[in-house]
């Protein structure tokens, strides 16, 4: 008999064995599913977990009305109508002047900082704009401005680090840090932002606070208005350096270790990482990066949110190396490996009793 | 080295962990006493303990001595100037990061209670590791700062203490930082500013260093299987892109990890493509360690 | 010579001698049924459960460090032309069938027979009716195709298993060392707790070909250590396709494949939370 011939028949030899064992194993396990191992993917349906409409959804909706219908009739019964008397289209200028809403003050302050641009150049005078006109495109600017902004941050971050070749370290290596506190300057251009936004609605309403507070005049808001922001700034970029240079974490690590020593000393084990998984927003970030799901090549995967919905099986819970790479890029800083030590010793609770 | 007889692998290796329950219910409640005052205490840990069985020595041949890390660790110390009192097995017991990690709480702490209690015993205002995963256990599950005794890695107590290096031919190393000392400890500089002592060394940084640094795949001695070793791998072919000739690790288990892998791979001659050694950072200085006229 | 040990070698060999072992005699097997004795450089096979051809060992120790029950012990052949000791196996009964000495001799001189084999293997009827996949467990990590074939040819030799390293950092850190004390009080603390528990945890089970492992699946939880602590894990002994799903976790649980499990309790040692048992077989 030649050797193809042998080869052939261990061939079939050996596939009816393999047959023979998983029909085995078939037929002994009542649980064994169609395919061995299912994507874990968000956006399975069998995979989402939620409320029904009915009753949970209606009960809660309807108390929630109720509610808001309720305090509607009492502050209808029991404060005034503010309108004093009719107004009079004909009066020459309103005091206090009417407002728009609250959202859009800073707009309003917009229009009120603006004044005329001209200038007289070797006295020819130049009218550039009026302060209605550029009061107005300032506004669209600032929105603009919050529009481009991720397109020009990726922009720069591409022209800064071109990014590796590895598809997996693309996440770690490019672009900038992810939480403010690693970038002290972005942080503070925003909270500048945020600062001056609030600033602009406060001057917006100058009129009205010189009402009640005289010394509070129009060119003392004017600069605080400037200058405020700025000042705002200063100090997160120099608190968040200081930081920075101190090698801090956004997450203190005494208060970390003590909540964790507290856990397993007084063996109470009240899940404290669940709530901290609760700050989870699904970047994915930790996916990217976990060595081990790299290797084991799986489907997509979100470790860290999924673990919250308890999309986790045993397989992921014990066979985390517990590196930490996931919490070292977390934009929220969840601390994945305490809790899968925690879970551990949570199973192995379970299973010696 | 003064040991005679190489002790083999008897046992797969959950026994060792059975054994160090084991030694955790054979109470030792006998107060301690040493001989004199140190300033320094040297924990050298499991490294001796393990060497019992976790040597692999079917695929080593002997060479993965664990115990070699301490012996070098009390050399350099000695030569910093430093006399550590060695709290060694006879009178400690194992740190328990391990069962910590495998979630047997149970285990870690009776070893924290006997551990913390012959700590105070002995009178050390410093305690020394050469591990990094003992480092964070003793600072961090054990909270030795907050009893009066500060923990330090090894790397931490050397930096700074006048130690002359110097290699005896040009090398190009590079330093593969642990989870537990980077990540976990935040100490990326102390085994970095050791490696910039040695004369003839060049330092060079693998792809991913740092707070991005690739783990040895194995931690707590959970796993060793084909998607733990896909990771030591990719952490040594890092190395090998690198075209270095030493991989310093700053744990005695990052040390045993890739070793094992290295050795592993010599067993198949035509897959392995790293040519480097791979060392612990104790050993290494040892070797290029220039000893004092005397 | 042939490359490994005769397969047939408990019916074609003759019985030759025996040689005192703790518990029982080791048999000694050669070809034409005469013994010269340990130095006479003509040793033949050695042992019925546990076979080692003394003539092809070359005496590397993988075979001792492998063993987790101790079966051998170095044994000296002074002026034999392939090694000048041999692995001798006293502690034979004591074979828990795992083997993993197999798996790890670089020549191929080892074969184990299942104590419950050995009459029909004596009596010739090896090659003819011992299952194709006893053979396969033997050749871990050919082709499957091959492992059949290896009923009726030769096996093939191995290649060079070490390929040696210069070591040269390694050989320094070591004179470096050379006068240093190594601490070893560790280890003197472990060994003798390691043969105890080691020697408990083996008289407590039960365990052979009559004997099967078996998952409580309510204890395992799912973490793998038996997976690959089991020898035979590449052939499917433990299946891993399970899944069950609680409220609060869900976890694969480990399976044992009957057919290949030799009941040699290595999972038991492996699993953390006592989840494996050894019960007898129905």
Known sequence: MGDDTENLISEYQQGRQAEDAAERIGRRTEFTRETPRQAHSVLEASHVKGEPLYPHELVRDSVLTLYVTSILFFLSAFIPPPLHRAADPAASTAFPPPLPDWYLLWAFGCLKVAWDIEFTILGHHFFLMTAKVWGTLVQGMIIGMVVAVPFIDRALGYLIDPGPKEGMMDVLNSGHARRPIEDPVRAAIGVWGLAFVVMLSIYSINANIVLYYPAVTTSVLARVTLWGPLACAGLTYLWLDRRRAEGARPLSDEERFELYRDGITSRRMQRIYEFKLNRCYQCGLCDDICPVRTNEGEEELNIIFNTFQNEHDGVAKWSCITCGMCTAICPQNIEYVDYVLEQRAIALQGAAT | ????????????????????????????????????????????????????????????????????????????????????????????????????????????DELKAHNLRRMQESGIRTLVVTCAEGYRTFAVDYDLPGQGIQVEHITQTLRGRGLKFKSPEPVRVTFHDPCRLGRMMGEYDAPRDLIQLVDGAEMVELENSREKALCCGVSSMMYCNDATKAVRKKRLDQGTDAEIQVMLGGCPKCYMHMQCLLNEERMDPGEHNHSFEMLDLMQFLSACLVEEAA | MAAGIDRQYLSAWKQAATHAGDSEPVQIWTQDGTYGGLDSGKLGIWGTVVGVDFDMCIADGACIDACPVDVYEWIDSPGHAASERKPFMPREPDCIVCRACEEVCPV????????????????????????????????????????????????????????PKPDVWLQRMKESLADANLPDTGMAKAKPLFKEIRKETLDSLSRGKEFIALVHNDKCIGCTQCVYFCNFASIDMIGWELETRTDAFESKKALIVEDTCTGCTLCVFACPVEAITMEARA
């Not at chain 2, 490294?47 to 019992?52: K, P």
């Open chain 2, 1 to 108: 080295m003064s040991r005679t007889e190489p002790y083999a692998r008897t046992i797969p290796h959950p026994l060792f962990e059975r054994m160090i329950i084991n030694d955790v219910d054979t109470p030792d409640e006998a107060p301690w006493q040493p001989e004199r005052q140190h300033e320094y205490g040297y924990f050298p840990g499991c490294v001796d303990f393990m060497d019992v069985e976790v040597k692999f020595s079917h695929l080593n041949k002997g060479d993965a001595d664990h115990a070699s890390i301490a012996a070098a660790a009390i050399k350099l110390m000695n030569a910093a100037g430093i006399d550590p009192l060695i709290l060694d097995m006879n009178s400690f017991k194992c740190c328990g990061h391990d069962q910590l990690w495998q979630g047997q709480l149970e285990v870690f």
């Open chain 3, 108 to 163: 191929d001189a080892v074969l184990i027979t299942d104590p419950g084999d050995v009459e029909a293997a004596m009596a010739g009827a090896d090659a003819a009716a011992a299952p194709a996949i006893t053979e396969a467990v033997a050749t871990e990590g050919e082709a499957s195709a091959e492992a059949a074939a290896t009923v009726a040819a030769e096996p093939a030799i191995a290649a060079p298993v070490w390929e």
